[in-house]
């Protein structure tokens, strides 16, 4: 930049005595130079935007085409907020006037062409002077660098949680063993108290023998006896289940194992998973439909992880709803794979709810563990997939997964909103 601004200067203080070869010559190298800038900005993968003191765009390199959607015919001379509404131009001027060294940093989302994370650099062109002449602006893509923090805090989490789940089943899971196989004990022996008649005499009252009458009575006493000790030890066992449940979810979401992919139809995962959850489905009073596209492709899958997935959104599904809900199973086939859909008709998700709900350990459920949809997005992911969401609330939800028709490398990606089918 000196040698460029030395000969600027050079010609400014002699354009007075340029001939008008000298002037060709002035107008050449210039003309040289400007193409020589052209070339390299349109070169980097940064944007360059160059605003007047009002605002108007005045200059953009290719890059600024396909970050915010700039269409190069039209876009020159017009507001630069047109493109880049979440920029405070009156701060960046305010700033420029006062003058000295100054550049600002700025961050933000747009969602035009794409949705994309900017970091952006606003300098003034006057440099250090006081008064503004206008701003140079370089955006910058950091969506890639965002997602691998978030991946990279994602994973400083898990290795956390996988301490703490092998602690938990270590801690728990014996002594879950151990109370299960004493609670079968317990109730084996009250069937056999049940079983057994009253023949022999209570007591003696009198040097007589107690009667008939009283015999069955206690009889019958120790019968409701056992009822109820029957009915307690079913709750026990029951929250010993749950217990049990919770320490393999445990497990599950922190020792994933890599998906054994084989080409699978997706219709059979979807048919085998509700006939085994029918049971719970029929008890619960709800009403299944299939819409099960006809010559679905085979997809590369993990059948056993993928009806996993099924199990633990539609287990989701019946527990958002009551009776009378209805429980709707969709597969399709799309451009870059096949996917299948589970909606219900519950309460749906508030808003403020839905960027959580894949959180570990954040639910809404009273007696849920926060685990099941972090569980579902990892096997999603680690099949190349995405997972798609679209909730409203009073009239439900519907959770889409997209799986691709040939093997991938695994992704990292958000929730998406749901697109029309």
């Given at each position: ?13 002699r354009i007075g005595r340029l001939d008008a070869e000298g002037l060709q010559n002035v107008v050449q190298r210039l003309a040289s130079e400007r193409s020589f800038l052209e070339t390299l900005f349109n070169t980097i993968e940064d944007g360059v935007l160059v605003v007047d003191q009002d605002g108007h765009i005045l200059y ?342 997209w799986l691709p028709l040939d093997e991938r490398a695994p992704r990292m990606l958000g929730t998406a909103s749901l697109g029309e089918e």
């Open positions: 930049m000196a040698s460029k601004s030395s000969f600027l200067d050079k010609v400014l203080g953009f390199n290719q890059a600024v085409t396909s970050l915010i959607g700039i269409k190069p015919s039209d876009a020159e001379g017009r507001p630069v907020t047109n493109y880049l509404p979440e920029l405070d131009l009156k701060k960046l001027f305010r700033l420029d006037k006062k003058g000295g060294q100054r550049v600002v940093r700025h961050e933000f989302e747009v969602s035009f062409p794409r949705p994309r994370f900017l970091r952006l650099y606003a300098a003034p062109l006057d440099g250090e002077a006081r008064g503004s002449s206008g701003l140079a602006l370089i955006l910058h893509d950091a969506t890639e660098a965002r997602q691998k923090t978030f991946e990279a805090i994602e994973s400083e989490r898990i290795q956390a949680l996988t301490l703490l789940a092998a602690s938990v089943a270590h801690e728990i899971g014996n002594p879950l063993n151990a109370l299960h196989i004493h609670l079968q004990l317990m109730e084996r022996e009250i069937r056999k108290l049940k079983a057994s008649p009253l023949e022999r005499p209570l007591a003696r009252t009198g040097g007589r023998r107690s009667t008939p009458v009283l015999i069955q009575a206690a009889g019958a006493e120790v019968a409701d006896i056992g009822d109820k000790l029957e009915r307690y030890l079913a709750v026990a066992k029951g929250e010993i289940n749950r217990l049990d449940y919770i320490v393999t979810q445990f497990l599950q979401a922190m020792r994933p194992t890599p998906p054994q992919l084989k080409p699978a139809s997706l219709n059979d995962v979807v048919v085998r998973t509700l006939e085994l959850l029918q049971p719970e489905l029929d008890n619960r009073g709800l009403t299944v439909k299939q819409k099960l596209a006809g010559h679905l492709p085979l997809a590369p899958v993990d059948a056993a992880q993928l009806q996993q997935v099924l199990v633990n959104l539609v287990k989701n599904a019946m527990q958002a709803m009551t009776k009378g809900g209805v429980l709707t199973l969709r597969t399709g086939e799309g451009a870059d794979g096949v996917w299948v859909s589970v909606a219900d008709t519950g309460g749906g998700i508030p808003q403020e709810q839905i960027n959580r709900i894949f959180d570990p350990f954040y639910t809404t459920k009273k007696k849920g563990t926060g685990l099941g949809l972090m569980i579902v997005q990892r096997i999603v992911r680690a099949h190349g997939g995405r997972i798609e969401l679209e909730s409203n609330v009073g009239r439900g939800t519907t959770f889409r997964v």
